[in-house]
């Protein structure tokens, strides 16, 4: 699908609402809401990380998965670069490194996720973790993991997840509604199949998905959202 701009600006607009709104009404220890836990499919992935590990978390939001990250790095002095656009993640996930005592291990910056610029072979684990889909167009996609490839070092990880297939229903009427508002709506099997031959000569330790469901209050009603979620991690050769 083509965006013209201003389709674009308003569909990075809501998107910025969105979490505007859900990063001030919920915090990482908010019982019921999708910060409480970190996933477990990265954590797995970054037990696998060694003494000195150098982390970015692209789209990092209040630190669901940073802090612990940095948790477990702390005894091998490793570090994790955070990068989010809204100030009040990045400001939620410096309270929250500051209450796991994890400071000296986060670092914490503002940038779009269009713009992040990633030095190259620098990273053992590019994390970029349901960041995608809300702010750049599926062709634009694609361009920024090559970015991720490079950024990792070798015997570096990429870790990613999308929201594909995402529809959303009215949750009063369950009629179906448009949901064009998200910008890198993959179909999963074109996802699943450019990862597939984007990671080649890459090993794919791990691929999954997973059926989701959120609901999404506006002032007057409540959006459901479904989505498949593909789960992906890969080590550069
Ligand atoms: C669904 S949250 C995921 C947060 C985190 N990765 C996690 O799994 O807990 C998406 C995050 O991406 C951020 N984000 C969305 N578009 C972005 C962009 N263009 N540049 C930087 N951050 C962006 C949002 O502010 C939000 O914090």
């Not at 696998?48 to 802090?67: M, N």
């Not at 990792?152 to 929201?163: C, D, I, Q, S």
Request: with cysteine; proline share 5%.
């Amino acid at each position: 699908m083509k965006w013209n701009q201003e389709e674009r600006i308003l569909a990075i607009e809501a998107d910025r609402r969105y979490h505007e709104r859900y990063f001030c009404e919920n915090s990482l220890s908010t019982p019921g809401s999708w910060l409480e836990q970190p996933d477990d499919f990265v954590m797995r992935q970054a037990r696998s990380l060694g003494p000195g590990a150098y982390v970015v978390d692209v789209g990092c939001g209040p630190g669901r998965l940073a802090v612990p990250i940095a948790q477990l790095l702390k005894p091998f002095q490793g570090r994790v670069l955070c990068l989010d656009y809204l100030p009040i993640a990045l400001s939620r996930l410096q309270q929250a490194a500051h209450d796991a005592e994890v400071t000296e291990q986060i670092e914490t910056r503002a940038a779009d996720v269009a713009n992040t610029c990633l030095p190259p072979e620098t990273y053992d684990m590019c994390l970029a973790w349901s960041v995608w889909e809300a702010t750049i167009p599926c062709h634009e996609i694609v361009a920024k993991m090559k970015e991720l490839q490079d950024a990792a070092k070798r015997g570096g990880r990429n870790v990613l997840m999308f929201n594909t297939d995402m529809r959303r229903f009215d949750a009063a009427s369950g009629s179906e509604l448009d949901a064009s508002s998200k910008l890198g709506n993959f179909k999963t099997a074109d996802l699943v199949a450019s990862l597939r031959s984007l990671y080649e000569g890459w090993l794919q330790i791990r691929i999954e998905m997973r059926q989701d469901e959120e609901f999404v209050r506006h002032d007057e009603r409540e959006d459901r959202w479904t989505a498949t979620q593909v789960l992906f991690a890969a080590a550069k050769p």
